[in-house]
Structures are given as structure tokens and as C-alpha cells.
């Protein structure tokens, strides 16, 4: 659900950008006041493993569409609210700047239709309610009804969104009645991926969730192994998994072409799209998960392939996860000196 430049007016861009930095500087503060030292390496491995589950697109059958893991839930069940959308903004910036997954002036949009509903919304006024419950499945049930209902809401701010940049080729009833379907399908997917790593925090470390019904399910064991376990799914999953991601179009592209014919869109005459897309080619150097050298004819029809082993992709997961864990972890780690400084100047 990573939208294109070309979706959206630069009015609107510009202002969802004040918006998602505003959002950040306040979780900084946050964070800053209660981020505990155990969840600053968290917020980089779960970066990490985020940002290789991303690369999986799984198909959704019967609709030659695919999906793929949002991980705000994930983030925000793990970390708190503010300390994972800060980690959901480090994955879209890495993304968008070094992958181009995502477009420079989409990226405020992204970050709060990815980051805002899952982290802000859907978190506290679904999940840790359903949580809470005495019900011996309700984190299942918090899992997946909070994952349908912020890929919903983020799903629908899209469409909003291409509206009030008066994108034409895509009206609004058309396209809403395309994209919350398909994104009602990948959310329930979603919902049990989060259900399963809930399930492996509440054995490993349920002090980790802040439901006290579920930190008192099971007997606690060392932070370690959920770091370890996460950094090694990670790697795996980026490294090797991500050969098998469905090569149909995600869920917005399918309701694109559903709508307007095509799955993507030529951005208007403008100089902030085309400064933007030429800064994008500068600071991408493996534009959608590939190398950038161009393939020879046999790699094209090696690409046709499935799975698709490709070296580039390989490196793509393992370099972008290893950025996105040295940003989320470096932005835990500053924040926490920050508030040590901050400790001592005030004794």
C-alpha cells in the first residue's frame, strides 16, 4: 500500500509531510520519557523483520492480486505506540530513499496511512481493549480484528487522499469499492501473522506486551531470545523467503487498474515530481529490490520464474534490513542519552 508520487498533489503531500513529522517529533517525546533500555535494540531487530516481511507479497486468491504485511500492529504491540511508529517511519523512509518503494512526496502519506491508524487507533482502541478480555483466545481475536480494522482505515485514507489531490482517473466510489475489499482479504491475513507473533512473545517474554492478562500467560525467559529469534526471521526472510513473493500487483495497484485501466499512473507536468523522482534515482541504488545494472535477455526470462532467485533481491533484503535496523536502533539509542542528559542536568 506504498503509494506513487503521481497519486497525490504536492498541497496534499506537503501537508501530510507537516503532518507525519509532527507525529514523529511528538513520539520522540515520548519515548524519550519512557523508552526502557531492554526495547532500544527491540526497535531495530523489529525494524528489520518488518522490513523483510514487507517483500513478501502473498497472493489472494481468485482476485490476481496480492498483499503484503503492513507490521504497525506488529511495531506497536511490541514497542508501544510511539516507539513503533517512529520504527514504522524508519522502514518507509528506508524504503523510499534506498529502494524507491514509495514515493519522496507520498511519503508523509504512507507513513500516516501505515504508521497513524495501526499504531494510534487501531492499537489502543481495538487491540488492548479485545486483549484485556478473560477469554482464553482473545489475543487471536485482538490480532485480527485490529489488523483488518487499521489496513481499513489506512486503506481508505488512500482513496481520500487521491481525491483531494483530484486525481480523475480515480473516482471515488469506483475506487473505494475496490481497494477496502481487497484490503479486508489482506488484513485478515495480516491478522494471523500478528496473531502468531503474539503467540511466540506471550511463551518467550510476555513482559514485552503491556495487556496484563497476557504478560501473566506464561512464565517469562530472557529478552534474548525474542531479539535473536526476530533478527534470525529476519534474515531468513529477507535473505531467501522473499524469492517467493507473488509477482501480482499488491492491493493498490489491483484497485488502480480495477478503476482506472492501469495499475500505475504518469505523474503530472510539474517540476516538484520530476526534482523528486530525480533524487529518488540518485539515492536508490537497488531501485525495487534489484541491482541497478541492466539485465541481459536471459535474466529476463530467468525472472519470469518463480520462485525468482535473484541476488539482487538477496542483498536487498539483508542491506535494508541492516539499515533499518541501524535507524530505528540509532533513533532509540540518541533518545535515550537524550533522556539520561536530561537526568543529570535536572539532579
Given at each position: 500500500?506504498?503509494?506513487?508520487?503521481?497519486?497525490?498533489?504536492?498541497?496534499v503531500?506537503?501537508?501530510?509531510?507537516l503532518?507525519?513529522?509532527?507525529l514523529v517529533?511528538y513520539s520522540?517525546?515520548?519515548?524519550?520519557?519512557?523508552?526502557?533500555?531492554?526495547?532500544?535494540?527491540?526497535?531495530g531487530?523489529?525494524?528489520?523483520f518488518v522490513?523483510?516481511?514487507?517483500?513478501?507479497n502473498?497472493t489472494?486468491?481468485g482476485?490476481?492480486?496480492s498483499?503484503?504485511?503492513g507490521?504497525?500492529?506488529?511495531?506497536?504491540?511490541?514497542l508501544?505506540p510511539?516507539?513503533?511508529?517512529l520504527v514504522m517511519?524508519?522502514?518507509?523512509?528506508v524504503q523510499?530513499?534506498?529502494f524507491?518503494d514509495?514515493?519522496?512526496l507520498?511519503?508523509?502519506?504512507?507513513?500516516?496511512n501505515?504508521?497513524?491508524?495501526?499504531c494510534?487507533?487501531?492499537?489502543?482502541?481495538?487491540y488492548?481493549?479485545?486483549?484485556?478480555?478473560p477469554l482464553?483466545s482473545?489475543?487471536f481475536w485482538?490480532?485480527?480484528l485490529s489488523s483488518?480494522?487499521?489496513?481499513?482505515l489506512?486503506?481508505?485514507?488512500?482513496v481520500?487522499?487521491?481525491?483531494?489531490?483530484?486525481?480523475?482517473?480515480?473516482?471515488?466510489v469506483?475506487f473505494?469499492a475496490?481497494?477496502?475489499p481487497?484490503?479486508l482479504a489482506?488484513?485478515?491475513v495480516?491478522?494471523?501473522v500478528t496473531a502468531?507473533?503474539?503467540?511466540?512473545v506471550v511463551r518467550?517474554?510476555p513482559?514485552?506486551l503491556?495487556t496484563?492478562g497476557?504478560?501473566?500467560?506464561?512464565?517469562p525467559a530472557s529478552t534474548?531470545l525474542?531479539v535473536m529469534t526476530?533478527m534470525?526471521?529476519a534474515?531468513?526472510v529477507?535473505?531467501?523467503?522473499s524469492w517467493?513473493?507473488?509477482a501480482?500487483?499488491d492491493?493498490?495497484e489491483?484497485?488502480?487498474?480495477?478503476?482506472?485501466g492501469?495499475?500505475?499512473l504518469d505523474?503530472?507536468?510539474?517540476?516538484v515530481y520530476?526534482?523528486l523522482?530525480?533524487l529518488?534515482a540518485q539515492?536508490?541504488?537497488?531501485?525495487?529490490?534489484?541491482?541497478?545494472?541492466?539485465?541481459?535477455?536471459q535474466?529476463d526470462?530467468?525472472s519470469?520464474r518463480?520462485?525468482a532467485v535473484?541476488?539482487?533481491t538477496?542483498?536487498?533484503g539483508l542491506?535494508g534490513?541492516?539499515?533499518?535496523?541501524?535507524l530505528?536502533f540509532?533513533?532509540?539509542f540518541?533518545?535515550k542519552?537524550a533522556?539520561k542528559?536530561s537526568?543529570?542536568?535536572?539532579a
Amino acid at each position: 500500500m506504498h503509494m506513487a508520487d503521481a497519486l497525490i498533489s504536492p498541497a496534499v503531500g506537503g501537508t501530510f509531510w507537516l503532518i507525519s513529522t509532527g507525529l514523529v517529533g511528538y513520539s520522540c517525546r515520548k519515548v524519550k520519557a519512557a523508552l526502557s533500555d531492554s526495547k532500544v535494540p527491540l526497535m531495530g531487530v523489529v525494524g528489520a523483520f518488518v522490513f523483510a516481511a514487507q517483500m513478501i507479497n502473498f497472493t489472494v486468491p481468485g482476485t490476481g492480486s496480492s498483499g503484503h504485511l503492513g507490521g504497525g500492529l506488529i511495531l506497536a504491540i511490541l514497542l508501544g505506540p510511539w516507539a513503533g511508529f517512529l520504527v514504522m517511519t524508519s522502514v518507509l523512509t528506508v524504503q523510499a530513499l534506498f529502494f524507491a518503494d514509495g514515493g519522496l512526496l507520498a511519503l508523509g502519506c504512507n507513513i500516516f496511512n501505515l504508521g497513524f491508524w495501526t499504531c494510534f487507533v487501531a492499537y489502543p482502541l481495538v487491540y488492548k481493549k479485545i486483549a484485556s478480555l478473560p477469554l482464553k483466545s482473545s489475543f487471536f481475536w485482538a490480532a485480527m480484528l485490529s489488523s483488518v480494522a487499521g489496513l481499513q482505515l489506512g486503506a481508505f485514507s488512500v482513496v481520500l487522499q487521491t481525491v483531494l489531490s483530484g486525481v480523475s482517473e480515480l473516482p471515488f466510489v469506483t475506487f473505494v469499492a475496490a481497494m477496502q475489499p481487497i484490503h479486508l482479504a489482506i488484513g485478515i491475513v495480516e491478522g494471523f501473522v500478528t496473531a502468531g507473533v503474539v503467540a511466540f512473545v506471550v511463551r518467550a517474554q510476555p513482559q514485552l506486551l503491556e495487556t496484563p492478562g497476557l504478560m501473566a500467560a506464561a512464565k517469562p525467559a530472557s529478552t534474548k531470545l525474542v531479539v535473536m529469534t526476530l533478527m534470525i526471521a529476519a534474515v531468513v526472510v529477507g535473505g531467501a523467503v522473499s524469492w517467493f513473493a507473488s509477482a501480482y500487483p499488491d492491493g493498490l495497484e489491483w484497485s488502480m487498474s480495477k478503476t482506472s485501466g492501469t495499475e500505475e499512473l504518469d505523474a503530472p507536468d510539474h517540476p516538484v515530481y520530476s526534482h523528486l523522482t530525480d533524487l529518488q534515482a540518485q539515492t536508490a541504488f537497488l531501485p525495487d529490490y534489484g541491482f541497478k545494472e541492466r539485465p541481459s535477455p536471459q535474466a529476463d526470462k530467468n525472472s519470469q520464474r518463480w520462485p525468482a532467485v535473484n541476488a539482487g533481491t538477496t542483498v536487498s533484503g539483508l542491506v535494508g534490513g541492516l539499515l533499518t535496523l541501524t535507524l530505528a536502533f540509532g533513533i532509540g539509542f540518541l533518545l535515550k542519552l537524550a533522556k539520561k542528559h536530561s537526568t543529570a542536568s535536572a539532579a
